[in-house]
Structure formats: structure tokens, C-alpha cells
């Protein structure tokens, strides 16, 4: 739980690049404007389950995984877990 908070605590830095979102928005079928907004959303919900591996945070939603930059807060991709 404290390590989710270090996430949680720096939800305002979590950022992607223009890449980042045309890559999100095609894996997981978005149809939203503000991929970003989306994705804190995604991270807020008390369903997800927040860890860290290395240099990169995992949060886990439904049949959704995000993986999160741990040094730059970018979100690197996100997918559909099979």
C-alpha cells in the first residue's frame, strides 16, 4: 500500500507523448479526447492494483494494464490483458 502512494502521490506529473497517446487510445480501443485523463482515472479507481517492477510502475484495471515511467511519470503503453 505505501509503495502505490509514491504513484498516487505524483499523479500530477503522469504525462505521454503524442505517440504515447495515438499508441494507447489504438490498444485499448479509446474513443476519448484526453487519453491522460483517462488513464489517472483508470489509476484512481480503488480496483487498481498499483505495484512497481524496476524501473516501471504497473496499474491493473479490469482487463487493463498501464505501465507508467517510474523516474518521468510518462505513460509508456497501455493494453488489453488477455
Known amino acids: 500500500m505505501m ?9 500530477d506529473k503522469i504525462h505521454t507523448t503524442q505517440m504515447g497517446v495515438d ?3 489504438r490498444n485499448l480501443k479509446l474513443d476519448t479526447a484526453d487519453v491522460v ?4 482515472n483508470r ?3 480503488r480496483n487498481c492494483n498499483i505495484y512497481r517492477r524496476g524501473k516501471n510502475w504497473y496499474c491493473e484495471i ?3 494494464k498501464i505501465t507508467i ?3 518521468s511519470y510518462t505513460i509508456i503503453t497501455a493494453h488489453t490483458i488477455q
Not at 509503495?3 to 499523479?11: K, S, T
Not at 485523463?37 to 489517472?40: A, D, P
Open 3 to 11: 509503495e502505490e502512494r509514491v504513484l498516487l502521490d505524483h499523479l
Open 23 to 25: 499508441r494507447i487510445r
Open 37 to 40: 485523463e483517462y488513464c489517472k
Open 43 to 45: 489509476i484512481l479507481d
Open 62 to 64: 479490469d482487463d487493463k
Open 69 to 71: 515511467n517510474a523516474y
